[in-house]
């Protein structure tokens, strides 16, 4: 468990680091609903400062089928469409299959991970999405729907609560109807939008609602009305940066400044909106490649963040707990780093890129496996305790 | 240490503690990517801000205040192996004489802390101020000293009198904590030169309330190791969130077993003496 410091003068804003009585509600609930669930969230919050993870797995399936088009999507390049309009074929790699997420979902149990988010694409899409929740057992995960809204209605919430999923997560790209439609290509969307979210509480899941941001959104009075709509709507808002990757690469005047991050920070204390790098579980706000977020790309490939192309390493060929751990020991995931590293440090950027690029001249399927990317650039490794000071001579000290 | 040493800087051009084998640094060569701002030094505001958020005694005169600290600086910039400090960032503080016999962990609580988090609060009312500890503990009764930081000789003074000095937050920016403190073996003895620890660090913010507030790039973890925690998991920290400014309680593992070396992470070092 984690507290805030007991302090005589302390800001009242500091009370956003305890538990709600919600929060709290939560818990006892799930440890009525999913006992095995609740184990693991207690061992994980018992266990975390000694090193121990339980990052969110993010399921691509069905070769990210999607029904839009949206004007920043960072998937495009994983979509059977992409692949086939550039090479006149769909993705030749073996997919997932349910036999793979079982045993996946199994490892996952194991290592003590507790959330699976089913997305593309548009996860809904998937006629075996059924199948899979059951391989995934909502009685040992929680999971949770990426949707964009298009076919959530009332009987697709029912469906889901029924099968045991757990929350809904809907992308809503601008509070003002028409630019949010322009933006999804898909007039009516922001219609659906709404039909979904009024679905999803009706059945009682738990909701949030994902919104996408590029440079200076965050001062706008759109994003100020969309924060209030969620506080009167009492829906937690989550915020992702737009990443120069997929159809936005090469957007750079797109991508967030400090000073649009620090804004989002002060906002965090007047609405109940949050980015992946807000304080969580206990634990300071940083980026959380590896230990916060893994995406499992269709062909089991890891990618330690939603937003990069980058592969760890292949859960269909090597055991999950090894990948968590070999990725954990990258100089660039694992330690401690306040700034979103694919969206802010630009040397990662470039590296990122280039390492991309150089595969996609090679080849168009991404991502680019471990050995071609991270491995090449985590050649600098970090210096390690090869000498121990304390070990030295006193002559030894002396030469220092 | 011989003549050559004596001679020779042990910081660089940006006042870093220049590695040497046996330390765990991110990059033997600072990237500096994680900045702060060197702040103009307005002796009379950072006197004001402790003695109206902290305590120290308001008799003490800017000009006391300013010349035990020039003398501090005048003396340090005349040792060649240290001079280069004051290359790096550098920032004055003021501490009040303890006025608790209590251990350091229930001092940070009850009085060092609340003084920050009033001094950043009078100075920035939109943004928040916060402390924070992962796992199960306190501060109260779990915190000491750690072995080789010299940290005991500044709880010493700060039981007696009232103490002045610099900080210098960047000098061991990328070492990892046990090299943070394990480095302090071999600087020279040097009086009145600690590794980082919380009551010094709280003054600093108390006087110094915005130093981690930088528009423009990522402000470093301020570590302050010269104090560690009965969990040895944790590491005890300033840092900035936005523009906020918070106090934590951190693991520094990076999986079990393993402690991190982060690029953002940095210990500093502090130059003090009693008020004259």
């Given at each position: 468990m984690w507290k805030e410091i007991k302090m005589k003068d302390n800001s009242s804003q500091s009370q956003n680091l305890l538990l709600t009585g919600l929060e709290k509600k939560k818990r006892t609930d799930q440890s009525i609903s999913r006992p095995r669930v609740h184990e693991k969230i207690q061992k994980f919050y018992r266990d975390m400062s000694s090193g121990v993870i339980s990052p969110i797995l993010r399921l691509k399936i069905n070769r990210s089928l999607c029904n839009f088009h949206c004007e920043h999507c960072c998937e495009e390049p994983y979509m059977g469409r992409d692949l086939k309009k550039k090479t006149g074929a769909i993705d030749p790699r073996a997919q997932m299959s349910i036999k793979d997420y079982a045993e996946l979902s199994r490892q996952a149990d194991e290592y003590g991970i507790f959330r699976f988010v089913l997305t593309g694409g548009e996860a809904i899409l998937d006629k075996n999405i059924e199948e899979l929740i059951l391989a995934l057992d909502p009685m040992k995960h929680l999971i949770i729907l990426d949707t964009n809204g298009w076919t959530f209605d009332e009987k697709a919430a029912r469906w889901f609560a029924g099968l045991g999923g757990y929350k809904v997560q809907i992308s809503l790209d601008s509070y003002v109807e028409k630019d949010h439609d322009s933006f999804r290509k898909k007039p009516g969307s922001y219609k659906r939008v709404m039909t979904a979210i009024k679905a999803a509480k009706e059945e009682g899941l738990e909701l949030l609602l994902s919104t996408c941001i590029i440079k200076d959104r965050v001062f706008s009075k759109e994003f100020e009305d969309f924060c209030e709509f969620c506080k009167t709507e009492d829906i937690p808002l989550y915020v992702t940066l737009v990443k120069p990757v997929g159809t936005a690469r090469g957007q750079d005047e797109w991508v967030c400044t400090k000073e649009d991050v620090d804004h989002l920070k002060i906002l965090e204390d007047k609405y109940n909106i949050f980015t992946h790098m807000t304080a969580s579980y206990g634990q300071p706000g940083k980026c959380i490649t590896v230990k916060g977020i893994n995406t499992v790309n269709h062909d089991g490939e890891i990618i330690p963040c939603p937003y990069m192309d980058l592969s760890i390493g292949n859960v269909t060929s090597m055991p999950l707990s090894h990948i968590m751990d070999r990725g954990m020991k990258d100089r660039w995931l694992g330690p401690y780093r306040d700034e979103c590293i694919i969206g802010e440090n630009y040397d990662f950027i470039k590296l990122h890129n280039n390492s991309v690029a150089e595969h996609l001249a090679k080849s168009p399927l991404l991502p680019v496996p471990y050995e071609d990317g991270f491995a090449m650039f985590g050649k600098e490794k970090i210096k390690s305790n090869r000498i121990d000071i304390l070990t030295l001579s006193p002559n030894q000290k002396k030469r220092i | 240490m011989d003549s050559v040493s004596n001679s020779q800087s042990i910081f660089d051009e940006n006042g870093r503690r220049i590695p040497f084998p046996g330390m765990r640094v991110f990059n033997e060569v600072s990237s500096q990517y994680y900045k702060i701002k060197q702040p103009s030094i307005d002796f009379s505001k950072i006197l004001l801000n402790s003695q109206m958020f902290s305590g120290v005694d308001p008799d003490i005169s800017v000009n006391i205040f300013q010349s035990s600290c020039i003398k501090l600086k005048r003396e340090m910039m005349e040792n060649d192996v240290l001079k280069n400090l004051f290359k790096g960032i550098h920032v004055p503080f003021i501490c009040p004489k303890s006025s608790s016999e209590e251990d350091i962990g229930k001092e940070l609580e009850d009085i060092s802390l609340p003084a920050v988090a009033a001094s950043f609060g009078a100075s920035y009312p939109s943004l928040h101020f916060k402390s924070a500890l992962q796992g199960e503990g306190t501060l109260a009764n779990k915190v000491n000293t750690r072995p080789g930081a010299r940290y005991e000789d500044f709880i010493k003074l700060h039981k007696d009198r009232t103490i002045v000095g610099w900080y210098f937050p960047q000098a061991l920016q990328e070492y990892d904590i046990n090299s943070q403190s394990a480095q302090m073996e071999t600087i020279p003895w040097y009086r009145g030169l600690v590794l980082s620890g919380g009551f010094d660090t709280a003054a600093v913010f108390v006087g110094s309330p915005g130093l981690l507030i930088n528009k423009d790039d990522y402000p470093p973890v301020l570590c302050i190791s010269g104090l560690m925690h009965n969990d040895s998991n944790l590491m005890l920290c300033f840092k900035a969130y936005g523009h906020h400014l918070e106090f934590w309680g951190m693991s520094?593992?990076?999986?079990?077993g393993l402690t991190q070396v982060s690029e953002q992470w940095s210990g500093g070092l502090t130059l003090f003496g009693a008020i004259d």
């Open positions: - | 520094q593992m990076l999986t079990p």
